[in-house]
């Protein structure tokens, strides 16, 4: 127990461990020499701890804004936060999710070799959320030892399979190829943004496209425009909010000069990020062919959101405030109906209504992004709410999981295991 603790926790636990294993299997298949095995693996896990680190530069920021705006509004009840109720979760249910994630690995190699769906889900951290989340959701039904951990090994093995599958239509829109899927859990949003930036959207009208005036011409560097965007939202916020409220978060830096700053180092965490996914698709697609000849034929990596932030950084921004915006008309929606105030993290709204601004924007451009955006933030008020009655005593704690998937999954899973006398 102690080694496949080992396994899980130190090895397949962590994404970039994870990614560079799966690049030395791939060059190691296609016989390559042995240097171009050792950089390849080491350049992708240089990768993924570039893109990590500006993931953690990019949270450590909005965490800040998140903080001042609930201090300043005096808002109370539910913020989503999947490293949070995971941890809550490991509490009692830490082995049956250890065992759903390790046999959920082997489950997806299965569901990839023999059925249709040729996708290895590579996201490590999102694979250990769904197997805590399946983990309470069955036990809250009344499950418990192998068949707790049999059904969830089942039904991850399907998800890390079947999800990316349903977003590949779009990610072909994305990408403009078909090397690469999306391996993410916020993947109902991103379908939804895809299909309601068709239905009302022109892709013809891209984002990245938008005409500017030559005086305005540095706002054509995404850098720039980003860093100004969230300078200029930083700003408004910590005016609003005064020196006191703020002082709290700014220690003895001016109020003002700490917007600032937090508005560019948003920025240059945005920055690190687009330069860790560049480095990882130069390494893993070509690495993934020795996966696809040998192992399972035609399969394709499905990787973490940001992977598709390259290729619209205008419409990450603009999905971001769209999502965010759609998160607060949803909190007030929910006080309306009086279910559970889901208040907007700004953390989980950034990375799943970025990534629905990019869906977005490839079916129907600037106003794809945008309502694509907005949708995701509704999505992800809603379903969370409609959640915490299933996760028992779960349910209870002050946050639960965030992304969209989580939520459709958990209560799915819910449904039928009463259903069937779970």
Known sequence: MAVFEFLMNEILSLPEVLVGLIVMIGLILQRAEIARIFTGTVKSI?????????????????????GIIQDRFNIQGVIPNNEAIVGVAQQTLGAETALIMGFGFIANILF???????????TGHHT????????????????????????????LGALMVLVPAMAQPFMRQVTGGNDVAIGHFGTLGYVSAGLVGKAIGNKEKSTEEME?????????????????????????LVLV????????????????????????????????????VRMILTEIVPAFKGIAEKLVPGAKPALD??????????????GFISSFIGGLIGMFMLGIFSLALIIPGLVP????????????????????????????????????????PVLGDLGFQNTTFGDSDFGVVGILVSFFANLFGG
Request: aromatic share 14%; charged share 5%.
């Open 241 to 276: 909010a005064g020196p006191d409220v703020v002082g709290e978060y700014a220690g003895d830096q001016n109020y003002i000069m700490f917007g600032l700053m937090q508005g560019i180092t948003f920025a240059a965490g945005f920055s690190i990020i687009m330069a860790g």
């Open 212 to 236: 500017i005036p030559e005086k305005w011409s540095f706002l054509r560097d995404s850098l720039v425009s980003t860093a100004l965007t969230m300078i200029v939202m930083f700003l408004i």
């Open 305 to 318: 959101v940001p992977i598709v932030f390259p290729y619209a950084p205008t419409a990450v921004i603009i």
């Open 349 to 388: 709204h950034f990375f799943t209504g970025a990534g629905a601004g990019v869906f977005g924007n490839a079916t129907g451009g600037r106003i794809g992004a945008a309502a694509g955006g907005f949708v995701n933030g509704i999505l992800i008020s809603f379903i969370p709410a409609f959640l915490l």
């Open 112 to 122: 990839a070799k023999f059925t249709p769906f040729k996708y290895i889900f590579l």
């Open 128 to 155: 250990f959320f769904m197997a805590a989340l399946l983990s309470a959701t069955l036990a809250a039904s009344g499950m418990s030892g192998a068949p707790l951990v049999i059904t969830g090994t089942i039904i």
């Open 46 to 66: 240089i990768g993924f701890l570039i893109l990590g680190a500006g993931a953690a530069v990019i949270v450590e920021s909005l965490d800040s804004l998140g």
